[in-house]
Nanobody, 113 residues
Framework: QVRLVESGGGVVRPGGSLRLSCAASHYRFDTFAMGWYRQASGIKRELVAS???????DYGYFAKGRFRISRDNAKNTVELQMNGLEAEGSDVYYC???????WGQGTQVTVSS
């Protein structure tokens, strides 16, 4: 059974950057499309960025021009580089295997001065 573990969240000042990482424990990781989502309390999870098994990237409106998703199939990881964070970026961020209900536990990002 696959397990997803996120890391890299924390507190950052407005305009700052964070790099989130998601480690997957599955031998077929390189066949999965992966996504990063964010969720504020009581609100539906929103897609931030996704990357296919062929490394094709896609971004939600919130991420375009500021964030970059990448993956390393040799390490079974998918990362999200977040630049130019502002207060509205304060959420819990989750990684997911696209098309499944396999989610990580989430990592909190707080943007505050």
């Amino acid at each position: 059974q696959v397990r997803l573990v996120e890391s890299g969240g924390g507190v950052v000042r407005p305009g700052g950057s964070l790099r989130l990482s998601c480690a997957a424990s599955h031998y077929r990781f390189d066949t999965f499309a992966m996504g990063w989502y964010r969720q504020a309390s009581g609100i539906k999870r929103e897609l931030v960025a996704s990357i296919s098994h062929l490394h094709i990237e896609d971004y939600g409106y919130f991420a375009k021009g500021r964030f970059r998703i990448s993956r390393d199939n040799a390490k079974n990881t998918v990362e999200l580089q977040m630049n130019g964070l502002e207060a509205e970026g304060s959420d819990v961020y989750y990684c997911r295997i696209i098309g499944t209900e396999k989610w990580g536990q989430g990592t909190q990002v707080t943007v505050s001065s």
